[in-house]
């Protein structure tokens, strides 16, 4: 099995910084597609950024420029750099790891919230 370990969320005011990490253990693909995704109550839970083994990032607009999601594959695990916060990035984060061997494979974090004052 796969276990997702999340850390870093918190309260921040608006302008300032937060860095999630999450860390996976257990039977993982080397080949795998790492990402945080975020949720607020009743909204469908979107992709905020993603990064390939090979480094390969996809970051949502909404986020572009202020935030950065980078890959430590010796520790098995991402980051997400949150700068320039602003009250609309108030959500519970969750990560994400996932990979195609034999059949789809996707696992996700118990989700860290993060909440932005104005």
């Known amino acids: 099995q796969v276990q997702l370990v999340e850390s870093g969320g918190g309260l921040v005011q608006a302008g300032g910084s937060l860095r999630l990490s999450c860390a996976a253990s257990?039977?993982?693909?080397?080949?795998?597609?790492m990402g945080w995704y975020r949720q607020t109550p009743g909204k469908q839970r979107e992709l905020v950024a993603s990064?390939?083994?090979?480094?390969?990032?996809n970051v949502a607009d909404s986020v572009k420029g202020r935030f950065t999601i980078s890959r430590d594959d010796a520790k098995n695990t991402v980051y997400l750099q949150m700068n320039s916060l602003k009250p609309e990035d108030t959500a519970v984060y969750y990560c994400?790891?996932?990979?195609?061997?034999?059949?789809?494979?996707?696992?996700w974090g118990q989700g860290t919230q993060v909440t932005v004052s104005s």
């Open positions: 994400n790891i996932k990979w195609f061997l034999r059949g789809f494979s996707d696992y």
């Open positions: 990064i390939t083994y090979g480094s390969s990032t």
């Open positions: 257990g039977n993982i693909f080397r080949l795998n597609t």
